[in-house]
């Protein structure tokens, strides 16, 4: 399958693209290279190949969610700028 003049054309116009002449045969060599190798993919037999929506085995590399010991309120407020009671203070953002 080759790609015509006019479908590069077609193809700049829908990409919104301006060609000059030498880039319209430049991408059309391309074009037409890209088409060449995926007729030679159609030649593989995948006939016992299995679907799949990815190339690679992925494997979820998180560790497990554990519980464990957290600090106490009266530990996290040691490093706070100012406090009141049991919370933060902060500088008023809102007027």
Not at 81 to 91: A, C, H, I, Q, T
Request: charged letters at 30%; a negative charge; proline letters at 3%.
């Amino acid at each position: 399958m080759k790609i015509s003049k006019n479908e590069i054309e077609h193809i700049a116009l829908l990409a919104r693209l301006s060609l000059s002449e030498e880039e319209k045969e430049l991408f059309g060599l391309q074009l037409n290279s890209i088409l060449e190798y995926m007729e030679k993919l159609k030649e593989l037999n995948t006939k016992n190949c299995e679907p799949t929506s990815h190339v690679l085995s992925l494997l979820n590399v998180m560790r497990d969610d554990m519980p464990v010991c957290s600090l106490t309120r009266e530990d996290a407020l040691l490093n706070a700028l100012d406090s009141k009671d049991k919370f933060y203070r902060v500088p008023k953002i809102i007027e």
